[in-house]
């Protein structure tokens, strides 16, 4: 009896364990699965919070981006152009080495400014080449006379320079030409000697016209050399009381620059023969261009070759801006291009194997903007960027005088480690920059360039810029502000020639009006290639015009 109840106890012990364990395990089983859930509400969490944090990191890159956007187009409009440090922002060493990795060893990453003796500026002389005319102002005769009774000796003259300026003036060459015939009973017979004689017509560039060299010259310098736009020459005529219409200026530029075709293309010749061709490329407007609205953008291609002694500058319209352009115009030159970083360039160069070289003007530009528009900090990677650069250039004043192996030598020997601490630099720094921004910019442009921008190094006589070819685009940048547009084609190739005459004398130091002048006057006798080689801004007669100062630093 106790033992049947026991075991009846125990069984229903037993199945009451059972069911307990039972119990158990299901609650096992769904905490388990509450775990998984957990566990996955954990990870789609982290999940979640990385994205936040991403976003969060874009859209602080974003507003950095924004504010170095608004910073640099506020003071592109309303700041200084210029791109200068000025002195007391230049360090004379780094005060934070930790964070500029300049290698102990070159001593050159230190900028030092040699003192030097400073002297009195003076007013400088008056050009020997503009006429005088001496006014003497003497004494009486009784005042020349001593107290000792005796005539006083001239010992010696004291002289003073005064400028005086006229008006502009124009005047009208009246050419005679007196006409000869013999009596009306003569008994020469006719059509033997010509029946009325005459002296020859002095030949013009423009027969039959009334425009004279000195002429052309003053109306072509006062737009593509001082950006005056015909309608306001004619109201500049006007007031000296010439009537001289607007249309007549442009037909006549047309009829010139036919004429100088042929100095022009013995230019090109010559340009092509370069070791070294910088180009850049601006924008023009041609209103009546065929399969083109008037509001498209043209190009105005510049090239800068020849030797430095002896440079060429030529302009190029083409409603292009592609790398065939530029392919085209320099058909058969062999050798090396300077440019910026555009992608047609490196288009250009795998089409024709050119050397190519980079423009460190162009790296230190972006820099320049980012050091602007962050208020001109001293301990932002910009500013350390353009010490670096800045030290370049500074080589670079240095030798600019010497012999081209002993540039060559100095930048091996000096400029190269800057470079390459530089570029040690940008490793470093780069991956702690928002790529988007203008700092991340201007680092990504930089070492893009690196190889391009290394090879002026290699040779003495590679600028380290492409400015040459920058500061001949200048004037035609601003003469487009005033005359806004070219009328068509024919006008911009026309626009294109002239000033590759003006810019290629003014960098030769030739001062463009007389050389204009002198060309002008000259093309109508010319028979020849020779003739045309003797007017080449690189060739000509320098007893026949005046010189030109070349401004400091737009050599």
Same mark, same amino acid.
């Given at each position: ?36 859930? +957990?566990?996955e509400?954990a /990870?789609?969490?982290?999940?979640e919070? &990385? ?28 700041? $200084? ?7 007391d922002e /230049?360090?004379?060493?780094? &005060? ?15 900028i ?7 002297? =009195? ?5 008056i ?8 006014? *003497? ?9 001593? !107290? ?10 004291d %002289? ?8 502009q ?14 009596? *009306? ?8 000697? *010509? ?11 423009? !027969?039959?016209?009334?425009a ?29 009381? @010439? ?22 293309d013995?230019?090109?010749? /010559? ?15 041609? +209103? ?16 800068r ?13 083409? $409603?292009? %801006?592609?790398?065939?352009v ?7 030159? /062999?050798?090396?291009i ?5 992608s ?17 003007s ?15 900090r001293?301990?932002?990677? !910009?500013?350390?960027?353009l010490? +670096?650069?800045w030290?370049l250039?500074?080589?670079e004043?240095?030798?600019?005088y +010497? ?5 060559t030598?100095?930048?091996q ?15 470093? @720094?780069?991956?702690? @920059? ?22 002026y ?11 040459? @070819?920058?500061?001949a685009? =200048?004037?035609?940048?601003?003469? =487009? ?14 626009s ?5 005459l003006?810019?290629?004398?003014k ?6 009006h007389?050389?204009? &002048?002198?060309v ?17 801004p690189? &060739?000509?007669d ?6 030109y100062?070349?401004?400091?630093? =737009?050599?």
């Amino acid at each position: 009896m106790n033992s049947a109840n026991e075991n009846q106890i125990l069984k229903a012990r037993v199945k009451e364990l059972e069911s307990q364990k039972n119990i158990l395990h299901e609650t096992a089983k769904k905490l388990e699965s509450e775990k998984n859930i +957990l566990h996955e509400t954990a /990870k789609k969490l982290e999940s979640e919070k &990385n994205i936040l944090h991403e976003t969060a990191k874009k859209l602080e890159d974003e507003v950095i981006h924004l504010k170095e956007q608004v910073a640099a187009l506020t003071l592109e409009l309303y700041g $200084p152009k210029s791109e200068k440090i000025k002195s007391d922002e /230049k360090p004379e060493v780094f &005060n934070e080495a930790e964070s500029v990795p300049v290698d102990a060893n070159v001593p050159d990453a230190v900028i030092v400014v040699k003192s030097y003796n400073r002297k =009195r500026s003076g007013r400088k002389g008056i050009s020997a080449q503009i006429p005088r005319e001496e006014c *003497p102002h003497d004494i009486s005769d009784e005042e020349k006379k001593c !107290a000792c009774g005796k005539m006083m000796k001239k010992i010696g003259e004291d %002289r003073k320079e005064d400028l005086i300026i006229i008006p502009q003036q124009i005047k009208v060459k009246v050419h005679i030409y007196p006409k000869y015939a013999c009596d *009306p009973d003569c008994i020469a017979g006719e059509g033997i000697h *010509p029946a009325v004689k005459r002296a020859p017509s002095i030949p013009t560039i423009i !027969a039959k016209s009334m425009a004279t060299a000195s002429l052309l010259a003053y109306i072509i310098i006062s737009k593509f050399c001082d950006a005056i736009p015909f309608y306001r020459l004619e109201k500049i005529f006007l007031r000296i009381g @010439v009537q001289l219409k607007r249309a007549t200026m442009c037909n006549w530029t047309g009829k010139v620059h036919e004429k100088i075709k042929p100095v022009i293309d013995l230019m090109k010749k /010559k340009l092509l023969e370069s070791f070294l061709i910088g180009i850049d490329e601006t924008t023009v407007q041609v +209103l009546n261009e065929e399969g083109k609205k008037p509001q498209s953008k043209s190009w105005m291609w510049v090239f800068r070759g020849g030797t430095p002694e002896k440079p060429i500058i030529l302009f190029h319209y083409d $409603p292009g %801006r592609g790398h065939s352009v530029p392919e085209e115009y320099l058909k058969g030159y /062999k050798g090396r291009i300077q440019s910026d970083g555009l992608s047609v360039y490196d288009a250009l160069v795998k089409k024709t194997n050119y050397i190519h070289i980079g423009c460190w003007s162009h790296a230190r530009r972006k820099f320049y903007k980012v050091y602007k528009a962050t208020g001109k900090r001293k301990d932002g990677v !910009a500013y350390e960027s353009l010490v +670096l650069i800045w030290g370049l250039y500074k080589i670079e004043r240095e030798i600019k005088y +010497l012999p081209r192996e002993e540039r060559t030598a100095i930048r091996q020997e000096r400029s190269v480690p800057i470079l390459l601490d530089l570029k040690k630099y940008l490793d470093k @720094v780069q991956p702690e @920059v928002p790529p988007e921004g203008e700092l991340g910019k201007a680092i990504k442009y930089t070492k893009n360039e690196w190889e391009k921008l290394m090879r002026y190094t290699d040779d003495g006589d590679i600028p380290i810029d492409n400015n040459g @070819v920058e500061n001949a685009i =200048r004037p035609f940048a601003l003469g =487009r502000k005033n005359w806004l547009f070219a009328n068509t084609p024919d006008g911009a190739e026309a626009s294109s020639a002239l000033y590759s005459l003006i810019e290629t004398a003014k960098a030769n130091g030739i001062e463009p009006h007389s050389y204009l &002048n002198y060309v002008f006057e000259q093309i109508p006798l010319c028979k020849s290639e020779e003739d045309y080689e003797k007017l080449l801004p690189m &060739n000509i007669d320098r007893t026949k015009i005046m010189p030109y100062a070349i401004p400091a630093g =737009r050599g």
